[in-house]
């Protein structure tokens, strides 16, 4: 894959470059366990099927607009997620796109990370 290939597919599935660093810059400015959440979440929502730049850069923004409004009200994690983040991530996912595959070790991840960062302890 060429350079231009490259960031096109990257541009695709992240959106546009401007609005993909200013999401990375209201992410930064969550309290420490909500940007965890939210790195989790993201990384899961990597997974899904491009659709289109704005429609992807929009999940992401409205992803960052979801937890800031949590983290101004105080309100908890699992009380955004609740107790299955891979249910909650892929209803939120199915919002902006018709879906992707996602590997069950990422659903795994992604449920661990949320346990993470609610505070809670994982289950061995």
Same mark, same amino acid.
């Given at each position: ?55 992807? $850069?929009?999940?992401?923004?409205? @992803? !960052? =607009?979801?937890?800031?409004? /949590? +983290? ?31 590997? $069950?070790?990422?659903?795994?991840? @992604? !449920? =661990?990370?949320?346990?993470? /960062? +609610? ?6």
């Amino acid at each position: 894959m060429s350079d231009a290939e490259k960031s096109g597919f990257l541009a695709k599935v992240i959106g546009p470059r401007k609005r993909w660093k200013a999401y990375k810059a209201r992410k930064e400015q969550l309290p420490e366990n909500h940007r965890a959440a939210v790195d989790a979440i993201e990384r899961y929502l990597m997974h899904f099927v491009p659709t289109d730049a704005d429609s992807n $850069a929009a999940t992401f923004e409205d @992803l !960052a =607009d979801l937890f800031e409004q /949590a +983290a101004a009200d105080g309100t908890p994690i699992r009380e955004i997620v609740g107790q299955n983040p891979v249910e909650f991530a892929d209803a939120f996912a199915q919002n902006y796109t018709e879906g992707g595959y996602v590997p $069950a070790r990422e659903k795994k991840r @992604l !449920a =661990d990370a949320i346990t993470r /960062a +609610a505070g809670e302890e994982s289950e061995k």
